[in-house]
């Protein structure tokens, strides 16, 4: 058996005898080429570790020398030798102790995962780090990837926590002279250290004008790379995540920030440690990653078999694999003083019109509902099960979209939204409103809906709904400006604002609104990222109040379903974030 390598693919090519086939066969990523006659393996950690272990005493396998040299190189590349983090670092300001600790585990990583609970200052500990490596002239500028909404953020940050000289400028790119700008701030030659703010969303497509900026400033600086928010990078087939991935591979320090690092599931964890270092986790592919790690069930689906994962395995195993290079703080760690989660559960029931609508569209897929006049009626009808089950959350809620038939210039079909319920009517706005009664006249509240409908219905029924301490009745926090952002984020802590009503997905992250200890969930999306990341606007450092949670569930319904999902995904979010956290050998 003969053993070369390709360094073009960093793939090691291994010519063999028919009997020999079994060596090969048990290493964890390899497969057959016809064209070279051959089989090939990524020279990735799993493999080289099972190569050395396995093969290196046997006579009749021989190494060439490029092959050997880079199967000991994948095994080294990860050798980290710590260090503290310098003394001498002049702090803007004095970090608390789990920050110090945080400086000091990461100091010596070229590459690392923060998971810091939100609101644990996260920020900080990035800022400080790489404000010492420019000191120490290991980098001249740093690339920030974040969701859009939070850009302006940063600006706040580096203005509060960064010691040193700094440029830095959000990669605006509307027009000819954003981008003339952000070109000049590239090409200018300063001695401040220089930061580039992207939105992660503005990297979709591989020829848009920020990813050529990302690409050139690439090139002419060395920045390191930073992604806050990265479970926006978690899966490893969208073309943000392959883009950022690509023009990213050579930056001398790759850093991800997230408060959650499994949302969904297991898999998760793939996409994040891959963008840092595939050698990581060190088996290859996703796919590869998938069979190792969770537990597959074979499925029939329209006469197609499919493997659906059923839950996690192995995760002890991968939990040390990723430990070194994963720093974490839980919320109870990084805050001690915080005060209490209660959570509350109200339950209502529809009206005899909604559950008529939903047990049409639960069992027949479409049903018929009377327009005001009663000239005619709308027809919805669902084709599959994703938006069946999307609808009958939207009728818990009062309302449903159907297809126009109707499209925008992008190509979107419009939707129409249709009242199943009116406000008035709507047994979970009438809900809220029993909660808001039993409440101190001047308690702020955040509402948070899924669907924007809902947002704008509760709005308009909150209306001059015992706001008589306020200035304003309620926001409707939507699509809103960096400038908006703050603006509302302000008039919130004035305790200007009775009501701020949105869904996560808009104001989910990157406010701050500790003037309020009452949170309502009008409807709940699946995705525990979500429910994690708003509920944690206003239960973060500075909050003096227990924090009370309301959840308005529609009874027998998907409502309930939903939250024993998010109750699953939680469970397992936990277990990952106590393996990491553990002192002792994991069992």
């Not at 990860?78 to 002049?90: E, G, M, R």
Request: some cysteine; hydrophobic content about 35%; charged content about 30%.
């Amino acid at each position: 058996m003969e053993v070369n390598y390709n360094k073009k693919n960093n793939t090691l090519i291994i010519e063999l005898k028919i009997y020999e086939t079994d060596y090969v066969r048990k290493l964890p990523n390899r497969k057959y080429s016809s064209r070279l006659k051959a089989w090939t393996a990524p020279c990735i950690r799993f493999n080289a570790k099972h190569i050395k272990d396995n093969w290196y005493n046997l006579e009749f396998i021989r190494f060439s020398i490029e092959a050997k040299n880079a199967i000991e190189q994948t095994l080294d590349i990860l050798k980290i030798i710590k260090k503290d983090f310098p003394n001498s670092y002049p702090y803007k300001m004095k970090p608390r102790d789990y920050q110090k600790k945080g400086l000091d585990f990461i100091y010596s990583l070229t590459i690392c995962a923060l998971y810091m609970a939100t609101g644990s200052g996260k920020s900080k500990t990035v800022i400080d780090k790489l404000a010492c490596h420019y000191i120490e002239g290991k980098i001249d500028s740093i690339l920030m990837v974040c969701p859009c909404s939070i850009r302006q953020v940063w600006i706040t940050q580096f203005k509060e926590h960064c010691p040193i000289g700094y440029d830095i400028i959000i990669a605006e790119l509307k027009t000819a002279k954003n981008l003339r700008e952000i070109n000049e701030f590239i090409d200018a030659k300063t001695n401040t250290l220089k930061v580039i703010v992207v939105g992660i969303e503005s990297l979709q497509l591989e020829k848009s004008k920020a990813m050529l900026v990302c690409k050139k400033y690439m090139e002419e600086c060395e920045p390191a790379v930073v992604v806050d928010e990265a479970h926006d990078i978690k899966n490893p087939t969208a073309s943000r995540s392959k883009n950022l991935f690509k023009i990213t591979r050579n930056a001398p320090y790759r850093i991800v920030m997230t408060g959650t690092p499994v949302s969904q599931g297991i898999l998760d964890l793939y996409g994040l440690f891959n963008f840092l270092d595939p050698n990581i986790i060190g088996i290859g592919d996703f796919w590869s990653f998938k069979n190792r790690y969770s537990i597959l069930e074979e499925m029939q689906i329209s006469g197609r078999s499919i493997k659906k994962v059923v839950g996690p395995k192995n995760v002890n195993e991968l939990m040390e694999i990723i430990k070194p290079f994963t720093y974490q703080v839980t919320k109870s760690e990084a805050a001690a003083e915080l005060p209490d989660k209660i959570r509350l559960c109200r339950y209502v029931n529809m009206t005899k019109e909604q559950q008529k609508i939903y047990n049409d569209i639960r069992i027949e897929r479409v049903t018929e509902i009377d327009k005001a006049k009663k000239e005619q009626s709308y027809t919805v009808a669902i084709n599959n099960v994703l938006a069946a089950y999307t609808a009958l959350q939207q009728i818990c809620g009062g309302f449903v979209s159907r297809k126009t038939g109707v499209y925008k210039n992008n190509g979107d079909e419009i939707r129409e939204t249709i009242e199943v319920v009116k406000g008035k009517n709507n047994p979970k706005i009438l809900e809220i409103k029993r909660v808001i009664d039993e409440l101190d006249d001047s308690e702020q509240i955040i509402i948070w809906c899924k669907f924007r409908s809902e947002a704008f219905c509760l709005a308009q029924e909150l209306k001059g709904y015992r706001t008589d301490k306020f200035k304003y009745d309620s926001v409707v926090y939507l699509d809103k400006t960096a400038e908006q952002r703050i603006s509302i984020e302000e008039q919130m802590n004035n305790k200007e604002i009775r009501y701020f009503i949105s869904t996560p997905n808009s104001g989910g992250t990157g406010l701050t609104m500790n003037t309020c200890a009452y949170v309502i969930y009008f409807s709940n999306s699946q995705r525990l990222l979500f429910r994690e990341q708003s509920e944690d606007r206003c239960h973060r450092i500075g909050q003096q109040r227990n924090v009370t949670y309301i959840d308005i569930i529609m009874q027998n319904t998907v409502d309930e379903k939903i939250i024993d999902s998010l109750k699953n995904k939680k469970d397992l979010s936990e277990y990952v974030k106590t393996c990491l956290g553990s002192k002792i050998e994991l069992l």
